[in-house]
C-alpha cells in the first residue's frame, strides 16, 4: 500500500500592504498612486481623511439617485392608491367634503417616501458597491491595526500596474514604515 501525500501549492501574491505614521502620509501616497495609473487600491484609516476621494478619483455614487427615485415612487404611488380608493372604488361624500382630499393624507404619503427611500438606498447600496465580506488582504498582520492607529494602503495583485519589486520601492519611497507582501 503506497501512502498519498499532498504537496503544498506554492502560494499566490495577492497585494500588498504598507502603513504609514499620518494621515498626510497616506493621503499623499493616494495622490502618488493615482496619478502613476494604480486602480484596484485601498487606503484605509481609523477616521475619515478630508480630500482622499478626490486623491483616489473616487466618482459620486449613484446610491442617492436610486433612493429618490424610490421615494418618488413610493409617494406617487400611495397618493395614486388614494386617489383611486376614494375616487373610483368607495366614491363618498363625507360632510360635503371632495371626493379626493390629499391634505389629509400628507402624513402618510410622507412616512411611505421616507420609508421607499430608505429601501431603495439599502437595495442600491447593496447592487452597487463592491462589496467583500472576506479577502485575503484582510489576513494581513499590518491590516489589523488601521482601525486602532494604522494608515494602510493595500494594493492588489491584479492591478496592471502592479509589481511585487517596483510597488514594494515605490510604496517605500511614498514614507512607508512598514511593508507586507500578502500571499494566500
Do not use: C
Request: aromatic share 14%; net charge negative.
Amino acid at each position: 500500500m503506497t501512502a498519498i501525500t499532498q504537496a503544498n501549492p506554492a502560494k499566490k501574491v495577492v497585494g500588498i500592504v504598507a502603513r504609514y505614521e499620518s494621515p498626510g502620509e497616506l493621503l499623499h501616497a493616494a495622490e502618488k498612486l493615482t496619478g502613476l495609473g494604480y486602480r484596484k487600491f485601498d487606503a484605509h484609516s481609523p477616521f475619515p481623511i478630508h480630500g482622499m476621494d478626490d486623491a483616489m478619483r473616487e466618482k459620486r455614487s449613484r446610491v442617492s439617485y436610486f433612493a429618490a427615485a424610490a421615494a418618488l415612487f413610493g409617494g406617487v404611488g400611495l397618493l395614486t392608491l388614494i386617489w383611486w380608493v376614494h375616487t373610483v372604488a368607495y366614491p363618498l361624500i363625507i360632510s360635503g367634503k371632495a371626493f379626493f382630499s390629499y391634505q389629509a393624507f400628507f402624513p402618510p404619503i410622507f412616512a411611505i417616501s421616507v420609508l421607499s427611500a430608505a429601501f431603495g438606498a439599502l437595495i442600491s447600496f447593496g447592487g452597487l458597491m463592491d462589496l467583500r465580506f472576506h479577502h485575503p488582504l484582510f489576513e494581513s498582520e499590518l491590516f489589523a491595526t488601521f482601525s486602532d492607529d494604522g494608515f494602510i494602503i493595500a494594493i492588489e495583485a491584479d492591478d496592471k500596474n502592479f509589481d511585487q519589486v517596483k510597488t514594494k520601492e515605490l510604496l517605500g519611497s511614498l514614507g512607508a514604515v512598514e511593508l507586507e507582501m500578502v500571499e494566500a
